[in-house]
């Protein structure tokens, strides 16, 4: 039996064990926290369970992403409950935009962004609609074989000569913001933030090809989970276990090394030694190099040199009292006080369920609140200044708090908790290389990174194509797991829309 090691309990590396234990395979999972899910993990601090990141849950939808792991890993159900109202967009002159989930009434989202609003979210739409159904057949790219580049062409043929999607293709070569040459200033800020969220980067920088899709996301099956965006990672790992894997916590692996051309030992610094056919790693590129014997480290050297290219994110934590806040309340709202983004002048803010009683005392609710950050300045001033440090992070959480209050009035006088985050925070609990997190800014097509390290070695998560989102990182977890399932002659079937 093919032996898997799976290293890091994120969404991608728990959709990639789950597939392949409910193949058959024998499948171990070592994570090094006490809980999974990573960045999109839940964690509990003075009665309160706060979601890790300020995050949406896209993908639930019949033959959507979510679907699709559903059908390969055996999951029945999710404890999810659908969302009317995916997000709402506060702009700086005081214009609030729903992100509805329902496409019928998806013209509420952008009748106040100006007369070229209709004409780019046509565009939008159209692109986004086509490239779903792409992305959807888990197509191998960037091509790393010549196996990649048949199957590519197998599903990608047809797919160009449906719907006149040849023509889809010139924005594989663009920016999104050659979409918005008569953009209002409003229609531009709107764009400019959801693509932050979604692809790390703005309209000026963003493929256009990749962006459409990442717009996309709102209406793509949004949904808020029992418990936390935990749930999500704690069913994979039920289902894991269902199916005769095994998950194990306070595993924190320091060594990878090779014993055979086909054999890999994985160490943990607890004293574990296991050793694989397989090894799939849920960690940043660096955190990979790290670990690995010069054999593998090699193998690296073209991603290494990136790692100032990304973000880091500072968090707030609040625990308040939900005495002014209707049960309808929406959940989500993104905050845009000023350009540039991030560093407090943008902030995403997700608030717990009022029908979701195990995520805070009776009375109260749990809300994340985060913002982009640059990595530089927080690892020099905790490497040379710990007072500048401290002053920062208090000065940057004030700041952070303030925009959220534009959504959340009286946020500060409800509050009987406070606590914030930052890249170095990231770092100490995920691990994650300088707390860098969200995946590379996707500017282009061809600078992706693909999962096949070596033949026996794979990564998977917001580093590798397709990127950030519990959606794309799903997605990415079924590729690798077909891709090592077809390796040993097993073929899995999906249904994914169409």
């Known amino acids: 039996m093919t032996r898997v090691i799976v290293i890091g309990a ?3 590396g728990l959709t990639t064990a789950a ?11 070592l994570e090094s926290q006490v809980y999974p899910g990573g960045c999109a993990g839940t964690f509990f601090h003075q009665g309160y369970r706060f979601d890790s990141g300020a995050t949406l849950a896209a993908g639930f939808y019949p033959g959507g992403p979510m679907d699709l792991v559903s059908q390969a890993a055996g999951i029945t159900s999710w404890p999810i409950q ?33 007369p070229h609003s209709s004409a780019f979210y046509k565009w939008q739409n159209q692109t986004a609609n086509s490239l779903w159904k792409l992305a959807l057949k888990l197509p191998p790219w960037p091509p790393q074989s010549i196996a990649d580049f048949a199957r590519i062409s197998e599903i990608g043929i047809p797919w160009l000569l449906s719907d006149h999607n040849f023509l889809v293709l010139r924005d594989s070569f663009r920016k999104v913001s050659s979409h918005l040459q008569n953009a209002s200033d409003n229609l531009r800020l709107f764009v400019d933030a959801q693509l932050l969220i979604s692809a790390q980067v703005t309209s000026e920088y963003a493929n256009a090809f990749y962006g459409a899709a990442a717009l996309d996301l709102p209406r793509r099956g949004v949904v808020h989970l029992m418990g936390g965006m935990g749930a999500i990672a704690e069913t994979l790992v039920d289902s894991i276990r269902s199916n005769g894997g095994q998950v194990f916590y306070r595993q924190e692996v320091t060594h990878i090394s090779t014993i055979t051309k086909n054999r890999m030992l994985v160490e943990s610094k607890q004293g574990g030694s296991f050793e694989a056919d397989v090894v799939i790693g849920n960690l940043s590129p660096w955190n990979a190099a790290a670990l690995v014997d010069k054999e593998l480290k090699g193998k690296f050297s073209r991603i290494q040199s990136e790692l100032s290219d990304g973000w880091g994110a500072f968090m707030v934590y609040v625990g308040l009292k939900d005495c002014n806040l209707q049960p309808d309340f929406p959940l989500h709202h993104q905050i845009i006080v000023r350009r540039p983004f991030g560093e407090g002048n943008s902030v995403f803010a997700s608030l717990s369920p009022s029908w979701d009683p195990g995520r805070a005392p009776v009375g109260h609710r749990a809300l994340t609140i985060s ?9 020099n001033l905790y490497e040379h200044d ?6 920062r992070k208090e000065e940057l959480a004030v700041k952070t708090l303030s925009a959220a209050e534009i959504a959340l009035p009286g946020l500060r006088e409800s509050a009987n908790m406070i606590m914030s985050g930052t890249p170095v925070t990231f770092q100490r609990y995920t691990l994650r290389e300088r ?26 998560g917001d580093s590798i194509f397709p990127g950030q989102s519990t959606a794309a990182v799903s997605l990415g977890g079924l590729r690798v797991a077909d891709m090592v399932l077809k390796k040993i002659g097993i073929r899995q079937k999906y249904t994914p829309s169409v």
């Open 386 to 391: 710990r007072v500048a440090y401290e002053a």
């Open 371 to 379: 913002t982009h950050t640059k990595l530089s300045e927080w690892w």
């Open 435 to 460: 707390g860098w997190v969200g995946g590379f800014p996707q500017t282009s097509l061809f600078r992706a990174i693909g999962p096949r390290i070596a033949s026996n070695f794979w990564l998977v």
């Open 82 to 114: 659908k969302s009317n109202m995916a997000i709402v967009v506060h702009l700086p002159d005081g214009t609030q935009i729903n992100r509805w989930t329902d496409d019928s009434q998806r013209g509420e989202d952008h009748k106040e962004l100006g």
């Open 19 to 29: 597939v392949l234990a409910r193949a058959g395979l024998d499948v171990t999972v």
């Open 10 to 12: 994120g969404i991608g």
